[in-house]
């Protein structure tokens, strides 16, 4: 089965500070990798997504991931972090069934100034 | 990327008494809705797969009787959440799938259940 694992539940960084969240999947296709953020009480924004292609995409928010098959990973970064970027971050990947999501445990960014 | 409403953002109910939440899909037809279910600090949780004019399918573990789930036309889905008790205070989250298998999500409506 399909599993998603986001080894930092929660990390802090200095605003303006480079910013990698890193998630590792496991699925036996070539999956569709997502990120989504997640404000306190609110749902969930998608960020960015890999589908096929360039294995390095770009997100909103000046936001990329880089799809590695080889390490099986899809980590999150950002050049310079801002304080709004603090939030909770999930990876998922599409299982291919009913576009059902599996999603990571999460990890909380904290921006300090 | 698609819009997704839900209503009410949040709800305070006694024990025992049925509570029924709205997810509307915006700017398309959605013939599939999802719905989750999430803890404080804690991931999301697929409930079920809401499926306009059809059952919705459960996740394993999901009591069908407890969470009721209609999606009666191509913009609405409901969950009603029945005879509710405290444990079932959460925050629950609906999506739809737009274009190429993406979930875009709602708000999300926060009940507590005293």
């Known amino acids: 089965a399909q599993s998603v694992t986001q080894p930092d539940i929660h990390i802090t960084v200095s605003e303006g500070a480079s910013l990698e969240l890193r998630c590792n999947y496991s699925?036996?296709?070539?999956?569709?990798l997502f990120w989504y953020v997640q404000s306190p009480g609110q749902g969930l924004q998608l960020l960015l997504k890999?589908?096929?292609?360039?294995?390095l995409v770009q997100g909103i928010k000046g936001f990329e991931a880089e799809f590695k098959r080889s390490q099986s990973s899809f980590n999150l970064r950002k050049p310079s972090v801002h304080w709004s970027d603090a939030a909770e971050y999930f990876c998922?990947?599409?299982?291919?069934?009913?576009?059902?999501?599996?999603f990571g445990t999460g990890t909380r960014l904290q921006v300090t100034l | 990327g698609a819009v997704v409403s839900q209503h009410p953002s949040w709800v305070i109910c006694k024990s025992g008494t049925s509570v029924k939440i709205e997810c509307r899909s915006l700017?398309?037809?959605?013939?599939?809705m999802f719905w989750y279910r999430q803890f404080p600090k804690q991931s999301l949780m697929l409930m079920a797969t809401?499926?306009?004019?059809?059952?919705?399918?459960?996740e394993q573990g999901v009591e069908k009787d407890k969470f009721l789930i209609n999606h009666a036309s191509l913009t609405l889905s409901t969950l009603t959440v029945t005879s509710a008790h405290p444990e079932d205070s959460s925050f629950y989250i609906c999506?739809?799938?737009?274009?190429?298998?993406?979930?875009?999500f709602g708000p999300g409506t926060r009940l507590l259940v005293l």
């Open positions: 998922a990947v599409h299982t291919g069934t009913a576009s059902k999501l599996t």
């Open positions: 699925y036996g296709a070539t999956p569709y």
């Open positions: 890999y589908f096929s292609g360039d294995t």
């Open positions: 700017d398309f037809q959605a013939t599939t």
């Open positions: 809401s499926n306009e004019g059809s059952k919705a399918t459960y």
């Open positions: 999506s739809t799938v737009s274009g190429k298998e993406t979930q875009y």
